[in-house]
Structures are given as structure tokens and as C-alpha cells.
């Protein structure tokens, strides 16, 4: 008997008889029933709102288990919308599609999502610190003069963005979150990002990690804000690594950065198609968010 195993690289899904809801840059979405989804993380990677041609190995199994990671760790502070990653768990129409959806994949509770992206600042970088350059402040907030690119900020600031379906997220300020939102609801989806961030960032400094900056979702649930999609991941957080760390200038990262700077040395005008990418950047980019997990998780994936 022919055993199937799970693809080295896993790029799009293939799910007869399960009902697709949606796919991102990077997941595809299938709907389980009326109040549970099936996220699965998959390979591909996005640079510059362009997903590239190649999967990079091991990208959709650091998401969603660096997420079951912290979805555990985070249980004591807020609640979440995660339920299982346990194959055998699944419905039996998901089982039969286990060599896709093994070790990246999350069945979830189906939630109202924010349509905002909730994000933390701890250190100035990226948007962050390109508003900072040109108005002294973050989102609206106001920050002391002097600071340098890669600073740490005096304490972490809640920066929101949009939540773009095509391009990129734009900044906005907390007025626009609350006209979005409401004042309540922004406070709380304010509140609890900050909690979680602090959190996180304590721990992830005693394993040798600065989080610089992290994005959170949030949804409604039986009309409670529960935390959503993926989290503290390289995907949706800056992670830099402590030794070498020197602000004045940017940081090496647990992420894309190879295949960012790899595009921007070829000149490419960042519109698809893309180039193909060589194979040592798609693999040091593997090495890093699989090394990613490994400090956080504390063993390797």
C-alpha cells in the first residue's frame, strides 16, 4: 500500500468536499460548519504585496505552530479562538486530507473579525518609524525628540492600522478607530493588545528575541473580543535577534529579509510576475523562521 506523505512544500490546498471560504496571501480558509473554520497556513510567501512563485519549506508549519504556541502560553490572558491542531480531533471529512493540513492547520472557532490590525510598537522600525521621521509621531501619538531608526520607545504604543485586502495596511489614529469601532470596544481591543504584547516580549527576551513590533486580529464571539488568525509569528511580528542589536540603524530579523533584500538588489519594480528566487535565499529564509521557532518554542520543529 502506497503511503501518502505530507508535500516538502505545501503552496495551495486542495480539499474536495470541504467548503472553501476564503484564501489570503498566505491561507486558505475552509468553513467546517457554521461556528468553526479550518485555517491552513501554507507555504507561500508575499514580498512587497507580490506572492512569489516558490513555497518556502517549513513556512506554513512555523506559523501554525509558533501560533498553537502561543495561543497555549496566552490562555491565562486572553481568550482566543483556537480549538484544536490535533488531526485526529478533526471532523472526518478533514482527516481524509491529512497529508496537507498536518502540523499546519488549526480548527478555530468562526468569529466577527475587527476590521482593524491591531498593532504594537515597542521599538521604532518599519511605518513606524518612517511617520516618526516625517511628524514626530506614531498614528497621532506624539514622541520625544532624538530617537534613532531601531530605537526602544519608552514604553509600547498601540499603532492600528487598516486591514487592506489589496496593498498595504495604512496607518490610522486612535479617532479613526474609535469612529471605526466604537470608544468601548477600541478601548478593550487597545487594552488587550498591550497585555499580550508586554507579556510576550518578557518572554521572548529571556530566549535571546526582541519583538520590535507585532500586528494582532480580534474578533466577536458570543459578543466577547477573543484573539484571532495567527500570533506572535515572523509573519505578523518584527523579531530581532538580541545579540548585535544596536539602535541607529536596521536589524537582522527572523523573517523574509533575505528575500526582500534579494529583490531589491535585482531592481525589481515590485510588480507581478515576480522573479524567480534563488534557491540559497529560499532556504536561509527556511532557516529562519524554523529558527525562530526553535528559541521561542524551546525545541526545534
Known amino acids: 500500500m502506497i503511503q501518502s506523505t505530507p508535500p516538502l512544500v505545501l503552496r495551495d490546498t486542495s480539499l474536495p468536499g470541504v467548503k472553501f471560504f476564503s484564501r489570503g496571501k498566505v491561507r486558505d480558509v475552509y468553513e467546517v460548519s457554521d461556528d468553526q473554520l479550518l485555517i491552513v497556513a501554507t507555504d507561500r510567501l508575499s514580498a512587497f504585496d507580490v506572492v512569489m512563485a516558490e513555497g518556502i519549506p517549513d513556512k506554513g508549519r512555523v506559523l501554525t505552530q509558533l501560533s498553537c504556541f502561543w495561543f497555549d502560553f496566552l ?77 526602544e520607545l519608552n514604553r509600547p504604543i498601540f499603532t492600528p492600522s487598516t486591514k487592506a485586502t489589496k496593498g498595504h495596511d495604512q496607518n490610522i489614529s486612535w479617532e479613526e478607530v474609535v ?20 507579556k510576550a516580549e518578557h518572554y521572548a527576551a529571556a530566549r535571546g528575541i526582541i519583538i520590535a513590533d507585532t500586528k494582532f486580529e480580534w474578533g466577536l464571539w458570543e459578543d466577547k473580543v477573543i484573539l484571532i488568525d495567527e500570533v ?70
Open 75 to 151: 490562555r491565562d490572558v486572553v481568550p482566543t479562538h483556537f480549538l484544536t491542531a490535533d488531526i485526529e480531533k478533526y471532523p472526518p471529512e478533514l482527516r481524509r486530507h491529512a497529508d496537507q493540513l498536518a502540523g499546519r492547520s488549526m480548527l478555530v472557532k468562526k468569529t466577527k473579525p475587527f476590521p482593524i490590525e491591531c498593532v504594537v510598537r515597542g521599538y521604532l522600525a518599519g511605518s513606524g518609524w518612517k511617520d516618526y521621521r516625517a511628524t514626530g509621531a506614531v498614528c497621532g501619538i506624539k514622541l520625544p525628540a532624538g530617537f534613532e531608526e531601531s530605537a
Open 179 to 198: 469612529a471605526t469601532v466604537g470608544s468601548g470596544a477600541a478601548e478593550e481591543l487597545r487594552d488587550q493588545s498591550l497585555a499580550v504584547f508586554v
Open 232 to 301: 506572535l509569528t515572523p509573519d505578523s511580528s518584527r523579531f530581532w535577534p538580541q545579540d548585535g542589536y544596536g539602535p541607529g540603524k536596521s536589524q537582522p530579523s527572523f523573517d523574509k529579509q533575505f528575500v526582500r533584500d534579494y529583490l531589491e538588489s535585482i531592481h525589481w519594480n515590485k510588480h507581478p510576475p515576480p522573479p524567480a528566487l534563488p534557491s540559497d535565499v529560499v532556504e536561509k529564509t527556511s532557516e529562519k523562521y524554523r529558527e525562530a521557532y526553535r528559541r521561542l518554542a524551546g525545541k526545534p520543529l
